[in-house]
C-alpha cells in the first residue's frame, strides 16, 4: 500500500501575499476553489498614494464585489460595517472602531505590520473611480 502525502507547494511571492494564504489557510478558507469560481472584472493596483489595491470580481453566484486590501489606517477610514470570524455583521461604530484602532496600535508597537481587508457587495450601477 503507498501513502501519498500532498502537501501545497512552496508559496512564493511577496511576505503580504504569503501571509495572506497563510491567513487562509488558518481559517480554514479553501483560497483556490474561490479563486477558480471568481472572474476579475477590474484590477486597481497598489500604489503608494493610494496605499492601497482593489480588484472587482464576479463571484460564482454572479454577483459583483469589490475587495480591498491596504494600510488599515486608511481602509478602516471607509469602512461603514464590520464582519466578525463569527460570521456576524455589524454596524462600524465608535466602539468597533476603538476596538480596531487598538488591535492595530498593539501589532505596532510589537513591530507587526497590519493591513485591514475590506469588500463591498456591488449593484453593477456604482461609477467606480481609481481613488478606491
Do not use: W
Not at 501575499?17 to 474561490?34: H, P, R, S
Not at 464582519?83 to 507587526?112: G, P, R, Y
Amino acid at each position: 500500500m503507498l501513502i501519498f502525502n500532498v502537501q501545497r507547494p512552496e508559496i512564493k511571492g511577496s511576505s503580504t501575499e504569503i501571509a495572506l494564504l497563510k491567513f487562509t489557510d488558518k481559517c480554514g478558507i479553501d483560497y483556490e476553489k474561490i479563486r477558480e469560481q471568481s472572474q476579475v472584472v477590474h484590477r486597481f493596483p497598489f500604489n503608494s498614494s493610494r496605499k492601497r489595491m482593489s480588484v472587482i470580481i464576479k463571484t460564482a453566484d454572479g454577483r459583483l464585489r469589490l475587495m480591498v486590501k491596504g494600510a488599515a489606517e486608511l481602509v478602516l477610514d471607509s469602512c461603514s460595517q464590520i464582519h466578525f470570524f463569527s460570521n456576524e455583521i455589524s454596524q462600524m461604530d465608535s466602539t468597533n472602531k476603538d476596538k480596531c484602532v487598538t488591535a492595530m496600535e498593539t501589532m505596532a508597537k510589537e513591530a507587526l505590520r497590519t493591513l485591514v481587508l475590506a469588500y463591498k457587495d456591488l449593484s453593477g450601477s456604482e461609477s467606480i473611480h481609481f481613488s478606491l
